[in-house]
């Protein structure tokens, strides 16, 4: 086992690095310099693990410690990222002898994606696993409002309390929102994107979400604000939005999509137009990747349940079976990269609390996700996509996008403009 590792880590180059094996040799890899980290392996049955499946087999030796990292997570996900260091050990792990070998842990995993199916019990239990540790716990690593997504950022050193000012204001700017419209927000988290909207922009509306944590925490949030006449957050399902038969000028969803399931993309993009009146907006703010295929195992299984990212293929084709118009695609994927190194700051910052409140296990969870989180939305294959779509022709949507990048001030804000269309000429 050790010389089958010690060929596939001979691999890797431009970062070097030590690996500790279970007979207690160190071996440098990766090339000149001193090394970045040195990860230790306590024991062959930990490698032969990751042989089943490489993220999966890492990620729990990691928590239950039977690996260890000295020095920085980040800069061992970087060096992952940054190599072919994954594709030959997977060479590995799908050859047909090694499947063979590992045939019932194969199977294992797989049953675990065939069966993660995306019924109204399940979501509520993929939602709830994550977001009902506790608002004590997100709070500690999260900003000031908890946005458990990407922010933001103007420049690199934005604090992530501004970067998620900033990815609320660019999200309303985006909706053309004006004073007295109502607003429709699928998967509201804690109620942040709501009261942002009402506050600076006047709107009316609703936000739906399946954590009942969020949910108490986003109306008492309201109330603290004085807003309660004019926004509310609903524990509930977005299946069940038509059965109500409210129509919204806007809706937005922020960090949803990746939750629904592959096969539920067009029901979503479907229930969202459904929701929208006729000049409507909907902007959807979700991770999305290069290339089609299941998330990775660790985190579909410890993290978040039941994910699934998309491709812009993917959510394109959603809109064009619906007639939705696509006016608009950005990718912040370096902002969401440095959205995750603030929260990893600020959650080791706040570790000995979060060990205290939880336990040791958790903390490798987290600190394992995270580093993975900053370090694939920089070198790896994730996107974090904001689309715009209408589901009418919007002639009257501002022909230049100066108007989403123009300074305005948060007290007194202008009116987004909504009339900027050339006159035809006589």
Same mark, same amino acid.
């Given at each position: 086992?050790?010389?089958?590792?010690?060929?596939?880590?001979?691999?890797?180059?431009?970062?070097?690095?030590?690996?500790?094996?279970?007979?207690?040799s160190?071996?440098?890899?990766g090339?000149?310099?001193?090394?970045r980290?040195?990860?230790?392996?306590?024991? /062959?049955?930990?490698? @032969?693990? &990751?042989?089943?499946?490489? *993220? +999966? !087999?890492f990620?729990?030796?990691?928590?239950?410690? %039977?690996?260890?990292?000295?020095?920085?997570?980040?800069?061992?996900?970087?060096m992952?990222?940054?190599?072919?260091?994954?594709?030959?050990?997977?060479?590995?792990?799908y050859?047909?002898?090694?499947?063979?070998r590992?045939?019932?842990?194969?199977?294992?995993?797989?049953?675990?994606?065939?069966?993660?199916?995306?019924?109204? /019990?399940?979501?509520? @239990?993929? &939602?709830?696993?994550?977001? *009902? +540790? !506790?608002?004590?716990?997100?709070?500690?690593?999260? %900003?000031?409002?908890?946005?458990?997504?990407?922010?933001?950022?103007?420049?690199?050193?934005?604090?992530?309390?501004?970067?998620?000012?900033?990815?609320?204001?660019?999200?309303?700017?985006?909706?053309?929102?004006?004073?007295?419209?109502?607003?429709?927000?699928?998967?509201?988290?804690?109620?942040?994107?709501?009261?942002?909207?009402?506050q600076?922009?006047?709107?009316?509306?609703?936000?739906?979400? +399946?954590?009942?944590?969020?949910?108490?925490?986003?109306?008492?949030?309201?109330?603290?604000?004085?807003l309660?006449?004019?926004?509310?957050?609903?524990?509930?399902?977005?299946?069940?939005?038509?059965?109500?038969?409210r129509?919204?000028?806007?809706?937005?969803?922020?960090?949803?999509?990746?939750?629904?399931?592959e096969?539920?993309?067009?029901?979503?993009?479907?229930?969202?137009?459904?929701?929208?009146?006729?000049?409507?907006?909907l902007?959807?703010?979700?991770?999305?990747k290069?290339?089609?295929?299941?998330?990775?195992?660790?985190?579909?299984?410890?993290v978040?349940?039941?994910?699934?990212?998309?491709?812009?293929?993917?959510?394109?084709?959603?809109?064009?079976?619906?007639?939705?118009?696509?006016?608009?695609?950005?990718?912040?994927?370096?902002?969401?990269?440095?959205?995750?190194?603030?929260?990893?700051?600020?959650?080791?910052?706040?570790?000995?609390e979060?060990?205290?409140?939880?336990?040791?296990?958790?903390?490798?969870?987290?600190?394992?996700?995270?580093?993975?989180?900053?370090?694939?939305?920089?070198?790896?294959?994730?996107e974090?996509?904001?689309?715009?779509?209408?589901?009418?022709?919007?002639?009257?949507?501002?022909?230049?996008?100066?108007?989403?990048?123009?300074?305005?001030?948060h007290?007194?804000?202008?009116?987004?403009?909504?009339?900027?269309?050339?006159?035809?000429?006589?």
């Open positions: 086992m050790k010389d089958l590792f010690d060929r596939l880590f001979s691999q890797a180059s431009g970062m070097p690095f030590r690996i500790t094996y279970p007979d207690g160190v071996v440098k890899y090339g000149d310099g001193e090394p980290f040195n990860l230790i392996f306590r024991t /062959e049955k930990v490698m @032969r693990a &990751i042989l089943v499946n490489v *993220d +999966l !087999g990620g729990e030796a990691y928590m239950v410690g %039977d690996i260890d990292i000295e020095g920085n997570m980040v800069d061992l996900m970087t992952v990222m940054t190599t072919n260091l994954v594709d030959a050990f997977r060479k590995v792990v050859s047909p002898t090694n499947i063979l590992n045939l019932p842990n194969q199977a294992r995993v797989f049953w675990q994606y065939l069966y993660q199916r995306h019924t109204y /019990e399940n979501d509520k @239990r993929y &939602i709830s696993e994550p977001y *009902d +540790l !506790g608002n004590d716990f997100y709070a500690l690593w999260l %900003d000031k409002d908890m946005q458990y997504t990407c922010g933001y950022f103007k420049t690199p050193d934005d604090s992530i309390d501004l970067a998620q000012d900033q990815k609320r204001e660019h999200l309303c700017r985006k909706l053309l929102l004006q004073p007295g419209e109502t607003l429709l927000d699928i998967g509201c988290g804690w109620g942040g994107m709501m009261i942002y909207a009402a600076h922009y006047g709107i009316t509306g609703v936000g739906v979400t +399946l954590s009942k944590e969020q949910a108490e925490e986003s109306n008492r949030r309201i109330q603290k604000a004085g309660q006449d004019r926004i509310h957050v609903e524990h509930a399902d977005y299946r069940d939005l038509p059965k109500q038969g129509v919204f000028d806007k809706v937005v969803s922020v960090g949803c999509m990746e939750h629904i399931g096969r539920n993309h067009d029901l979503f993009f479907s229930i969202a137009k459904q929701s929208l009146k006729p000049n409507g907006t902007v959807i703010h979700t991770i999305g290069m290339k089609p295929g299941q998330s990775l195992a660790f985190g579909n299984k410890h978040f349940p039941g994910v699934y990212t998309a491709t812009l293929s993917e959510i394109s084709l959603c809109a064009q079976k619906l007639e939705m118009r696509i006016m608009d695609v950005e990718n912040l994927r370096l902002h969401y990269s440095y959205t995750t190194q603030r929260w990893l700051d600020a959650f080791e910052a706040h570790v000995d979060i060990r205290e409140m939880y336990d040791e296990q958790l903390v490798r969870l987290f600190r394992i996700y995270l580093s993975h989180g900053v370090a694939l939305m920089r070198y790896g294959t994730n974090l996509y904001q689309i715009i779509m209408t589901p009418g022709v919007d002639n009257e949507r501002p022909l230049t996008r100066d108007w989403m990048y123009a300074e305005k001030s007290n007194g804000r202008e009116t987004v403009p909504n009339k900027l269309v050339a006159e035809p000429a006589d």
